[in-house]
């Protein structure tokens, strides 16, 4: 059974920093390239962040790159994205994924990743 839940996601004002997790379980995960999507009301889901399977190469959508950073812990099991100076365009549902094929480094769009978690709220409003 693959899972993946994330947390972390919260109410901030713009300017302000969180940092989102996603705990993964029921795969070799440190085989696996992961990912971070988001999804705002009434578009269409977005990369935003891709690591590598060893964490040593990674990859940022424009909107995102010099604010947000992704890193993973492969003992943990776990995959991070801190996200900094955020914005009202930064409010979305903020999704973590694996990679579908353990092979590609860094899958940047939805069909390249297999499993998702159920998303955590990141609302930027003053």
């Known amino acids: 059974e693959v899972q993946l839940v994330e947390s972390g996601g919260g109410l901030v004002q713009p300017g302000g920093s969180l940092r989102l997790s996603c705990a993964a379980s029921g795969f070799t995960f440190s085989s696996y390239a992961m990912g971070w999507f988001r999804q705002a009301p009434g578009k269409e889901r977005e990369f935003v962040a891709a690591?590598?399977?060893?964490?040593?190469?990674?990859h940022y959508a424009d909107s995102v790159k010099g604010r947000f950073t992704i890193s993973r812990d492969n003992a943990k099991n776990t995959v991070y994205l801190q996200v900094n100076s955020l914005k009202p365009e930064d409010t979305a549902v903020y999704y973590c994924?694996?990679?579908?094929?353990?092979?590609?480094?860094?899958?940047?769009?939805?069909?390249?990743?297999?499993?998702w978690g159920q998303g955590t709220q990141v609302t930027v409003s003053s």
């Open positions: 994924a694996t990679a579908r094929n353990s092979e590609v480094i860094l899958p940047t769009h939805n069909h390249e990743y297999d499993y």
């Open positions: 690591i590598s399977w060893a964490g040593g190469i990674t």
